[in-house]
């Protein structure tokens, strides 16, 4: 089973936020809560922890802006 990882709601009023940073490499194994990615809005940068543990499908691509609920990645 897979989990699809998306761009989080940071703020009340954050519709968007730039993938700034993967701290795994595409095909990498992670474990849930370890650092995974960082995004920023327009008020902070936020690091992300991985959700489940598991292989990474990167799909989501660096300085790139993306709307809440954005698929981002897949662990599997």
């Known amino acids: 089973m897979s989990v699809e990882v998306r761009i989080p709601k940071l703020g009340m009023s ?5 993938l700034v ?18 995004v ?4 902070s ?6 959700p489940a543990d598991g292989k990474v499908e990167i799909i989501g691509e660096i300085d790139t802006e993306y709307e809440v609920g ?3 990645a897949r662990i599997t």
């Open 14 to 18: 954050a519709q968007t936020s730039t």
């Open 40 to 43: 920023e809005t327009d008020k």
């Open 21 to 38: 940073e993967w701290f795994v490499e595409d095909g990498a194994q992670v474990q849930k809560g370890t650092p995974f990615y960082a």
């Open 70 to 72: 954005a698929l981002i």
């Open 45 to 50: 940068t936020t690091e992300v922890e991985a």
